[in-house]
């Protein structure tokens, strides 16, 4: 922890702190701002002898985005090592700023946002600002006195000493960012304490420390705020963050070293500040179709073998369960050799007809990794001889004994490394193996490490994982295909959205790391993960059937749904002998089923925009108040709203958002169509076969006619269930499942104009045609009448089902 202040006027003792407090140059070019600082007002010739100065650079890179760069010594070690992060991967949009400079100021123009440094003498000051809904200019933050420094901890600064002991004490740089009143602030990767971080310190150092603590797997040096704005700071290095915990009105960011930079991302839309930062470091891959279905697990250290695992498939099978994916944990390997990545003979000794059995299932494989080398696996001696493990100072391996008796750490700088990690991932394909869970990444050495292409240990240490995932998630594509790669990763840093899927962690069997989970992934959301897993009963310890059971409701209303645990297994016939937990997750697993169609559509959206399919509430309603403070529920998507019970008796209390009429009503989809109000909070109690999951008021799904598999035609007999109580004006597309990222199979205009009595529901199949006849449900309000008579409308309770031909393309329909 890095507190260079006590209150107001003093730094904490040894410490010394030289803040930008005069601009003393300028050089205004086309597209950026170059400005010198000094430590102190230049008031004559003298004061520019012994200070210091701070170099920076204003730029915009896209629309919306400012880029703020600062520099104490350029020359130094640490202002040029690597690694970075890659920026712009997909491609840097053509943009340039708007630069202008006047006699007190220079300012840079991006979009809505605005940079403006203020070139008076003794008045160094960078505002952001951006017009409000009316217009006028506001502030969004800025770095005003005494709020961009150079730091020096326990460091003698006499001339004498700086140059007979430079390398004494800590140095650091500082940007201290202003927080307005009641402006809240999320994100800092995937953290399981409170959602809103206002109050607490946040240091970026992954670390293996379960979902308990403050410690996490997924660390990600980017903020979120209330004020339509976003933090970015590119360094995977040992980022601070004291975020209203040290100076009350300031989110203090520390950085050792000799240099700092930051992205400013203006939304103002929280969607907007997501899309733009995924611009900036990556928008997701799509994954495969199958993995949105049910994953099962061997479980970490149960025991199990070829029989164990085909008879968790089959017991699945007999209670109607489809399992999409089998994973088999660590000890598919031999124990003392991982990773060797070769099946344990006496457990496995036919693998290839294991995975030919798999597959006769409809199951597809997934194997756990880590990027370690125990001594004892017949790779090490190859890898040590080879070169291809990170060493230490004096040229040998750097092993340890945590987690793999003597275990390696390969060296992802080295291309020859990754090249041979990559066929030994290559050889698992070819085997029948289909995904790869990606675990570990966390625990990597920094003191006496040394990479093979001369990286920074410190800041490889979070890096690393990036690497390990990238190079992964590379092989498997170039294998099986654009569109077919698939991990189930742990650790992540920036960018490591591009590789999915994450999952969270090591939760215990409790509802409350239950919750713990779920802010960890709501946290994780923000800066474009979007797509995220939990161990559906926790990992450590044995769920009692009462929290598996409300485990499995949220796990299926989550992108992807896997049952592991550590010691005990997780299939519903040993966890709860008796069958209820059977029909729980038979019930939850075919509603997932239906939803494909709705589900594949709100993917697509996320690997295209970076907004993740499970979702903050504040994401879809940033216009009301309540939202910003609640971390106990989220959005599947856009349009489903999800409140998981957190308890034995089985009540929940929720928040139903306030929409912009708030006329409309929000429809059950588990409860027989409960309807609720929006703009207050609910309590209720539901069974083991609900939970509130709720269809906003113009709100449109898609549901699809399977219940009993993911891969299947998605627009055959679909029901189209439209919550008709507030206007609808949507495009709702049908992706091919054969092609889920090229073009739609079919594309469905729905449209409510007016008010009941005198609305207008319009609905038209505007490319594409319907193979087979379809359904329309509409809630919220009654059906009068058809301007079509080839379609049928039916009653069904308090709600009407119409029945549509194949053959229809276009409908009107009255609403009263």
Not at 298 to 318: C, H, I, P, Q, R
Not at 365 to 385: D, H, R, T
Request: net charge negative.
């Amino acid at each position: 922890m890095v507190r260079i202040s006590q209150g107001m006027w003093e730094p904490t003792p040894d410490t010394v702190i030289d803040w930008a407090s005069e601009v003393v140059k300028t050089v205004v070019e086309p597209n950026q701002i170059y400005a010198l600082t000094a430590a102190k007002p230049i008031v004559r010739r003298g004061d520019t002898l012994n200070t210091s100065t701070l170099s920076h650079t204003i730029s915009s890179p896209a629309e919306g985005i400012v880029h703020l760069s600062t520099v104490h010594h350029a020359g130094h070690k640490s202002a040029e090592s690597g690694p970075e992060f890659e920026i712009f991967p997909d491609g840097k949009p053509d943009f340039t700023p708007k630069v202008v400079e006047s006699a007190e100021s220079a300012t840079l123009v991006s979009g809505d946002l605005t940079a403006t440094l203020d070139t008076r003498p003794a008045s160094f000051n960078l505002s952001f600002t951006a017009p409000d809904k009316d217009g006028d200019s506001t502030l969004v933050t800025q770095l005003g006195f005494r709020s961009v420094g150079y730091i020096r901890i326990g460091n003698n600064v006499r001339a004498k000493q700086s140059y007979m002991d430079p390398f004494r004490g800590e140095r650091y740089v500082t940007y201290q960012f202003d927080v307005d009143v009641n402006e809240k602030i999320y994100g800092l990767g995937e953290r399981f304490g409170p959602l809103l971080k206002n109050g607490q310190y946040v240091e970026m150092w992954n670390e293996d420390g379960g979902t308990t603590s403050d410690i996490a797997y997924k660390n990600i040096p980017f903020y979120m705020t209330s004020k339509g704005y976003g933090v970015f700071i590119p360094s995977p290095g040992l980022v601070q963050y004291e975020i209203q915990s040290e100076r009350n009105v300031r989110v203090n960011i520390s950085l050792p070293g000799e240099k700092l930079s930051a992205y400013l991302i203006y939304g103002p839309s929280p969607k907007q500040v997501v899309e733009r930062y995924a611009l900036l470091t990556g928008k997701p891959a799509l994954p495969p179709t199958y993995s949105f279905g049910l994953w099962l697990s061997t479980s970490f250290t149960t025991t199990y073998d070829k029989d164990t695992v085909l008879s968790f498939v089959d017991g699945m099978t007999e209670r109607g369960i489809k399992v999409s994916v089998f994973h088999y944990d660590c000890f598919w390997m031999k124990r003392f050799q991982w990773c060797d990545f070769e099946f344990d003979s006496e457990l496995f000794p036919d693998p290839a007809a294991d995975m030919k059995a798999l597959a006769n299932r409809g199951a597809h494989v997934c194997v756990w990794i880590n990027p370690y080398v125990a001594q004892e696996s017949a790779l090490f001696k190859e890898g040590k001889e080879k070169g291809y493990f990170i060493k230490r100072t004096d040229g040998s391996v750097w092993q340890h004994d945590f987690w793999q008796a003597g275990q390696a750490f390969v060296d992802f700088t080295n291309p020859a490394a990754c090249k041979w990690f990559q066929s030994k991932i290559s050889a698992l394909i070819d085997l029948g193996v289909h995904a790869f869970k990606t675990d570990f990444g966390e625990r990597i050495p920094v003191g006496d490490a040394v990479y093979y292409d001369g990286s920074d240990p410190e800041k490889m240490h979070n890096y690393y994982t990036f690497l390990y995932n990238k190079v992964t998630f590379e092989i498997i594509e170039k294998k099986l295909g654009h569109g077919k790669a698939c991990l189930f990763a742990r650790s992540a840093t920036a960018g490591g959205q591009r590789f999915p899927v994450h999952w969270g962690g090591d939760p215990q069997s409790t509802f409350g790391a239950m919750a713990e989970s779920l802010r960890g992934g709501l946290s994780l959301s923000v800066a474009a993960f979007g797509f995220w897993a939990h161990d559906i009963g926790g990992f450590e310890g044995k769920p009692d059937p009462v929290l598996y059971k409300r485990w499995i409701a949220f796990g299926l209303l989550s992108s992807h749904s896997r049952l592991h645990g550590s010691g005990t297994y997780r299939v519903p016939w040993v966890l709860d002998p008796s069958g209820e937990s059977d029909v729980v997750l038979k019930r939850f697993v075919e509603f997932k089923h239906t939803l494909m169609p709705y589900i594949i559509l709100q993917a697509l959206q996320a690997h295209r925009s970076g907004i993740s399919m499970m979702r903050n509430t504040f994401m879809e309603f940033p216009d009301d108040p309540v939202v910003w403070s609640l971390d106990t529920q989220y959005f599947f998507g856009s349009e489903i709203l999800v409140a998981p019970v957190f308890n034995h008796k089985g009540t929940v209390t929720y928040y139903v958002p306030r929409t912009e009429t708030n006329t409309g009503k929000w429809y059950g989809l588990l409860d027989g169509g409960k309807l609720r109000e929006g703009g207050r909070y609910h309590t209720e109690k539901h069974d083991f076969l609900s939970l509130p999951a709720l269809l906003r008021p113009g709100g449109v799904l898609a549901f699809g006619k399977s219940d009993e598999q993911v891969e299947y035609d998605w627009a055959s007999g679909i029901t189209l269930l439209i919550n008709a109580s507030e206007p609808v004006k949507k495009q709702i597309p049908i992706a091919n499942y054969k092609n889920v990222n090229g073009p739609d199979k079919v594309v469905i205009d729905v449209e409510v104009t007016g008010s009941v009595p005198m609305a207008k529901l319009n609905v038209e199949v505007c490319e594409g045609k319907m193979s087979e006849d379809w359904n329309i449900k509409i809630v919220c309000v009654n059906v009068a009448t058809s301007d079509n008579t080839d379609v049928e409308i039916l009653s069904d309770g308090d709600q009407k089902i119409i029945k549509v031909p194949a053959k229809v393309k276009k409908m009107t329909f009255s609403l009263n």
